[in-house]
């Protein structure tokens, strides 16, 4: 993604909830689960609510954003799945390299579907 694109969904993001973000699924692996079984109980989660889009990514270290100062937030909406978090860019709209540091933290990517 580019920053621009990413600035401008954190702004839609802002219009939509009040905050600066980037809508994201997360997990952790249950007992004895692979990381391929985590990922597909993700990915099903994810998919009651959205449809497949060829800009969707798959990212398996959220500790990358955590490194980089982001912080994880729910929306707060009653039907909000438990996976669903917003990364959170800050209190007003972010600049390019708040957004190119977010970037930056999406190692390990893969296109889903």
């Known amino acids: 993604m580019a920053p621009a694109a990413l600035i401008k969904h954190a702004c839609d993001?802002?219009?939509?909830?009040?905050?600066?973000?980037?809508?994201?699924?997360?997990t952790v692996p249950i007992p004895d689960e692979t990381e391929a079984e985590t990922i597909d109980r993700l990915w099903q989660a994810a998919m009651t609510r959205?449809?497949?889009d060829p800009r969707y990514w798959i990212c398996t270290e959220a500790g990358n954003l955590?490194?980089?100062?982001?912080v994880f937030i729910k929306d707060g909406k009653p039907d909000e799945?438990?996976?669903?978090?917003?990364v959170?860019?800050?209190?007003r709209p972010p600049d390019e390299s708040r957004?190119?540091?977010?970037?930056?933290g999406f190692t390990g990517m893969r296109r889903a579907g």
């Open 50 to 52: 959205l449809k497949p």
């Open 81 to 86: 799945l438990q996976e669903h978090y917003c």
């Open 99 to 104: 957004a190119e540091l977010l970037i930056a």
């Open 66 to 70: 955590l490194d980089r100062g982001f």
């Open 13 to 26: 993001e802002f219009d939509r909830l009040g905050h600066y973000g980037v809508s994201v699924f997360g």
């Open 88 to 91: 959170s860019l800050s209190d």
